[in-house]
C-alpha cells in the first residue's frame, strides 16, 4: 500500500511538473509549424486544411503512472484564433521522460468548431504520425560515411483531423496520442 501511495505521489509530481510551464506564445507556435512544415506530408496537409492546433513543447514524463502536458496556439485562415492547453494522464508500462511538439490539423470547419467548442478529447483509438529527424553514420575498411536528413512520414486523414508530433528530447518515443485532453480560449 505504501509503494503505491509513492508510486501515485510520483506520478502526480511528474503531471505537475510536465504541466507548470509558460503559456507558449504565437511566436513559439508559429516557429514551431514551420519547422513541422518541412517533414513529411505535413505541408502538404496543412494547404488543404481549415485550421490547426500547434503545441511547441509537450512534457511527458512517467513511472507505471504518467502523465503529460502543454500550451500552444490555434489558428484557422493563417489567423491566431485562440490558445489551448493539454492534459494528458496514462497508466501502463512506462518509464522515463519526453518533449515533443505536435500540431492537429482540421480538415474543415465541422472538425475546427468540434475542437474549439471548449473541451476536446482524443479517444483511445487515436494515432498520430511520428516525424524524426535522422541522422546515420558507418565506417567500414573503405572509409567512413555520415548524412543527415528527415524521416518523410506521412499522414493521413482520420475523422477529419491528422496529427503529427515531434520528438525534441528524452528516453520515451511514441505517438500515443489517446486520451489527451484540450481545453481552448478564443482570444479576445
Known amino acids: 500500500?505504501?509503494?503505491?501511495?509513492?508510486?501515485?505521489?510520483g506520478a502526480l509530481f511528474l503531471l505537475f511538473a510536465a504541466t507548470a510551464h509558460a503559456a507558449a506564445?504565437?511566436?513559439?507556435?508559429?516557429a514551431s509549424a514551420d519547422e513541422m512544415k518541412g517533414l513529411g506530408n505535413v505541408a502538404d496537409m496543412m494547404a488543404e486544411s481549415y485550421?490547426?492546433?500547434?503545441?511547441?513543447?509537450?512534457g511527458k514524463g512517467g513511472i507505471?503512472?504518467?502523465?503529460a502536458g502543454g500550451t500552444g496556439c490555434v489558428f484557422a485562415g493563417g489567423k491566431h484564433t485562440g490558445d489551448v492547453?493539454?492534459?494528458?494522464?496514462?497508466?501502463?508500462?512506462?518509464?522515463?521522460?519526453?518533449?515533443?511538439?505536435?500540431?492537429?490539423?482540421f480538415k474543415n470547419?465541422?472538425?475546427?468548431?468540434?475542437?474549439t467548442k471548449g473541451q476536446f478529447e482524443f479517444g483511445a483509438d487515436a494515432t498520430a504520425v511520428a516525424l524524426t529527424y535522422g541522422?546515420?553514420?558507418?565506417?567500414t575498411t573503405k572509409g567512413a560515411s555520415a548524412s543527415a536528413g528527415d524521416t518523410k512520414a506521412a499522414g493521413a486523414w482520420k475523422r477529419g483531423m491528422a496529427v503529427f508530433t515531434l520528438a525534441k528530447g528524452g528516453l520515451m518515443y511514441e505517438a500515443s496520442i489517446g486520451g489527451q485532453k484540450f481545453k481552448y480560449t478564443p482570444v479576445e
Do not use: H, W
Not at 485550421?51 to 509537450?58: E, K, N
Open 1 to 9: 500500500m505504501k509503494s503505491r501511495n509513492v508510486l501515485l505521489a
Open 25 to 30: 506564445t504565437v511566436a513559439e507556435c508559429k
Open 51 to 58: 485550421g490547426y492546433a500547434i503545441l511547441p513543447t509537450i
Open 64 to 67: 507505471g503512472i504518467g502523465g
Open 85 to 105: 492547453s493539454m492534459g494528458q494522464v496514462t497508466v501502463g508500462l512506462q518509464l522515463g521522460g519526453q518533449a515533443y511538439s505536435q500540431i492537429i490539423l
Open 109 to 115: 470547419v465541422d472538425v475546427y468548431n468540434d475542437f
Open 135 to 139: 541522422a546515420q553514420a558507418g565506417a
